[in-house]
Nanobody, 117 residues
Framework: QVQLVESGGGLVQPGGSLRLSCAAS????????VGWYRQPPGKQRELVAA???????NYADSVKGRFTISRDNAKSTVYLQMNSLKPEDTAVYYC???????????WGQGTQVTVSS
């Protein structure tokens, strides 16, 4: 069992930066693959970035070069550094963790990111 809590969202102007955090508790977090997803208003949820237990990362084309995912296993936390933010990055951002054995997925409650002048 894993509990995920996101934080760090907010209102930012275009071109600004935010860092999201996903704090995990309840299991051996270092074994889990973790991803950040987002759901813009009226649209489907989409994968933004992911990091494996071994530290391999991948990104959606729309955020490559602007967003960076990283993990600190000692703190059971995954981060999403978001730079050069655009209005189209506005969405609720969710953290997702996948149990490596059962493939069961855990979700956080989401954090709102709004990019607007």
């Amino acid at each position: 069992q894993v509990q995920l809590v996101e934080s760090g969202g907010g209102l930012v102007q275009p071109g600004g930066s935010l860092r999201l955090s996903c704090a995990a508790s309840g299991s051996i977090f270092s074994f889990y693959g973790v991803g950040w997803y987002r759901q813009p208003p009226g649209k489907q949820r989409e994968l933004v970035a992911a990091v494996t237990s071994g530290g391999i990362t991948n990104y959606a084309d729309s955020v490559k070069g602007r967003f960076t995912i990283s993990r600190d296993n000692a703190k059971s936390t995954v981060y999403l550094q978001m730079n050069s933010l655009k209005p189209e990055d506005t969405a609720v951002y969710y953290c997702n963790a996948v149990n490596p054995l059962s493939k069961f997925e855990y979700w956080g409650q989401g954090t709102q990111v709004t990019v607007s002048s």
